[in-house]
């Protein structure tokens, strides 16, 4: 059965402090995808990355980066110079290729971790 | 074009009643999904249909009926609501295979649903 572990259940810093979200994940499968979800008080899931379990490139968006290591189960989240904008409740999530021959099957979310940057 | 809405957006109702979501996707999916999110933020499958037959089905109690009558529309009705029933519920879409470039799951706005 496929689980992912955000240890962090809530994190406060300072704007323009760097954070990092840890995610831990299990799966039994070798094809997987690894999201990344940011959920602000607006309630809205946005979509921030998807990652396949080939490609363990590590991947840098303006402030967001983001860490794969197969080796540790891990796809941890960094965000460099936060700001308030960015508190939200983030969503670490794996899908498993579905047993039907789809690409995407269940989707399951970590417990989420909430961030709250402060002025 | 909204890719996938869902409405409504918010529903208050009383313990008891009956009640529909509906949720539609313009994006040619196979795959539509209902998720629920608690009041402490988890977030859960509940059902799965892939062109229009039902592939996924949590553990959910069976007052909970999905029905797709096409791939582009997956409506949830809940018959004799509870106050547990309280929550958010997503509807998302995926495509049936990865192109390398898209999202994956996209997901409705969500529908507030609150029993009292």
């Known amino acids: 059965a496929q689980k992912v572990t955000q240890a962090q259940t809530e994190i406060s810093v300072v704007e323009k402090e760097d954070v990092t979200l840890d995610c831990v994940y299990e799966t039994r499968d070798t094809t997987y995808y690894l999201f990344w979800y940011k959920q602000p008080p607006s309630g809205e899931l946005v979509f921030l990355i998807r990652?396949?379990?080939?490609?363990?490139q590590n991947e840098i968006s303006g402030r967001y980066s983001w860490n794969f290591q197969k080796s540790t189960s891990s796809f941890n989240f960094t965000i460099t110079a936060s700001q308030v904008v960015d508190s939200a409740v983030y969503f670490c999530?794996?899908?498993?290729?579905?047993?039907?021959?789809?690409?995407?099957?269940?989707?399951?979310f970590g417990q989420g971790t909430i961030l709250t940057v402060h002025p | 074009d909204t890719a996938v809405s869902q409405t409504p957006k918010y529903l208050v109702t009383q313990m008891g009643n009956d009640k529909s979501i509906k949720c539609e996707q313009n994006l040619g999916h196979d795959t539509m999904y209902w998720y629920k999110q608690d009041s402490k933020k988890f977030l859960k499958i509940m059902f799965s249909?892939?062109?229009?037959?039902?592939?996924i089905n949590e553990t959910v109690p069976n007052r909970f009926s999905p029905k797709s009558p096409d791939k582009a529309h997956l409506n949830l009705h809940i018959n004799s609501l509870e106050l547990g029933d309280s929550a958010v519920y997503f509807c998302a879409s995926s495509p049936h295979t990865d192109t390398g470039t898209d999202y994956g799951y996209t997901f409705g706005s969500g529908t507030r649903l609150t029993v009292v």
């Open positions: 999530a794996l899908s498993e290729e579905n047993a039907g021959g789809t690409s995407y099957g269940k989707l399951t």
């Open positions: 990652r396949n379990s080939f490609d363990e």
């Open positions: 249909y892939n062109n229009k037959e039902l592939i």
